[in-house]
DNA sequence: AATGTTCCCAACCGCACCCAG
DNA sequence: ACTGGGTGCGGTTGGGAACAT
């Protein structure tokens, strides 16, 4: 960690509280755009904001970072909540991972605003067959013997099969999805593929190549063949990108200026500076560059 | 129209964890 | 081994919008 850029020697700033105004959002944005958040301490400082580290990294996370969907949840996706709710209880930020787009605080929001009211429903629904199911934390929730009966939906499909050698490994299943979710959040894995502006029909071993900021891994050639979900394969080689091998020779230069650092969650602010430059470079209509998001 | 109540969401708070020194 | 700073997470709260009376 190591915050090198804080000065300790500072006296204590007044810090602002509540609602930020779209001029502190501007000034946030910008000044991620420009120099990237580094040490959440220091980015108020730079952007010349008087809030706390801490609030700025939460109005980054929940409102300003880019490949977030706005407005209400699409049934599949609350389908999706209450699958990994079932499994996984109250952990936001890893049922986060399974909706992209979306932020924990907004699942947790959406959870206690409508989800829970409708489970009294959905256990009713249950009674008479139902296997309680307990999580980690010893919650139990009525509604999940359904979840988990529903395992060959095509989610639970992709899930396992994301997980599957852990899940395979061992009867607590419980616990090596936790297990699964802590090794996943410590990890590199991949949390983002350009696909740029082919479709995802496209995708193969051709078409396709890693790029990363580790140089043993830059030459390896990874691809899938047919789904979004195979790309589970992509995660024993830790941060990785996928694009149209066409324009990584002529990118990757810039794209490494671009990242020096393995991948975070909130690096995606450099897909969206990457999306941009694509679309610049390449003369393609921005709205042609897709970004796909992989948890 | 005015007032009271409910609901929702953004943001804060406290805690746990990690890591460097 | 200990300590302190930074980060991330989950629980909680406060304010405002929407709705009811």
């Known amino acids: ?27 946030l944005k910008d000044c991620i755009l420009k120099h990237g958040h580094g040490c959440w301490a220091s980015v108020p400082i730079n952007a010349g904001l008087q809030r706390t580290g801490k609030s700025c990294r939460l109005r980054w996370i929940n409102y300003l970072r880019p490949g977030l969907k706005r407005g209400t ?18 952990k936001w930020s ?11 605080n907004e699942i947790k929001n959406h959870w206690h605003s409508y989800l829970k009211k409708r489970m009294p429903k959905l256990a009713e629904n249950e009674e008479g067959h139902a296997r309680t199911y307990t999580s980690e934390n010893g919650e139990s929730s009525p509604y999940s013997s359904m979840k988990l009966a529903s395992q ?13 050698s852990l899940l395979a490994d061992t009867d607590q299943s ?17 949390k983002v593929l350009f696909s740029e ?12 190549k890693v790029i990363t900021s580790n140089q043993d891994l830059s030459k390896n050639n990874i691809g899938c063949n047919d789904s979004m979900f195979q790309l589970d394969t992509f995660a024993q080689y830790g941060p990785v990108l996928a694009m149209n091998e066409v324009i990584t020779n002529e990118i990757n230069r810039d794209f490494n200026n671009m990242i020096q650092q393995p991948l975070k969650f909130e690096d995606q602010i450099f897909v969206n500076d990457f999306e941009e430059f694509i679309s610049r470079e390449f003369n393609r209509n921005v709205d042609d560059v897709h970004i796909n998001y992989i948890f």
């Open 197 to 208: 502006w082919l479709s995802l029909d496209h995708f193969n071993r051709q078409d396709f």
């Open 1 to 27: 960690m190591g915050c090198k850029q804080m000065d300790k020697s500072k006296p204590k700033q007044k810090h602002k509280k509540g609602l930020w105004s779209p001029y502190e959002d501007q000034k």
């Open 174 to 190: 419980v616990s090596a999805n936790n297990e699964f979710a802590r090794e996943n959040c410590k990890s590199n894995f991949p």
């Open 94 to 104: 890893q049922i986060a991972q399974h909706l992209p787009g979306r932020t924990d």
């Open 152 to 164: 060959n939906s095509s989610k639970m499909d992709s899930f396992e099969r994301i997980e599957g």
């Open 73 to 90: 949840f699409s049934t599949d996706e609350e389908e999706t909540i209450l699958t990994f709710h079932g499994m996984l209880g109250n």
